[in-house]
């Protein structure tokens, strides 16, 4: 997962330009079928919503992932993920 993202995301040129950084909090749902959906911003990157929606384009891309079992049975299953943002 961390290849895909570092791979795929595409830093916005207006807050490369702006020389802004920071970490967006998302949150969003793996279906049973593995399918990624109800994707959402829990704490963006302040100054940035560029950044925001590039990381909610990037998590919606995803392929498809393994869904979470309970008692056997594929079930839906929440997931947070914290996505950076650094100028290097």
């Given at each position: 997962?961390?290849?895909?993202?570092?791979k795929?995301?595409q830093?916005?040129?207006?807050?490369?330009?702006?020389?802004?950084s920071?970490k967006?909090f998302?949150k969003f749902?793996?279906?049973?079928n593995?399918?990624i959906?109800?994707?959402e911003?829990?704490k963006?990157v302040?100054?940035c919503?560029?950044c925001?929606?590039?990381a909610i384009?990037v998590?919606?891309?995803?392929?498809k992932w393994k869904?979470?079992?309970?008692t056997?049975?594929?079930?839906?299953?929440?997931?947070?993920?914290?996505?950076s943002?650094?100028?290097?």
């Open positions: 997962m961390a290849k895909f993202i570092q795929n995301l830093y916005p040129a207006m807050a490369r330009e702006a020389g802004i920071g967006c998302l749902v793996v279906n049973e593995g399918d959906s109800n994707v911003i829990l963006g302040s100054g919503p560029e925001d929606k590039e384009r998590v919606k891309s995803m392929p869904a979470a079992k309970m056997g049975r594929s079930v839906k299953c929440y997931f947070n993920l914290p996505i943002f650094k100028i290097q």
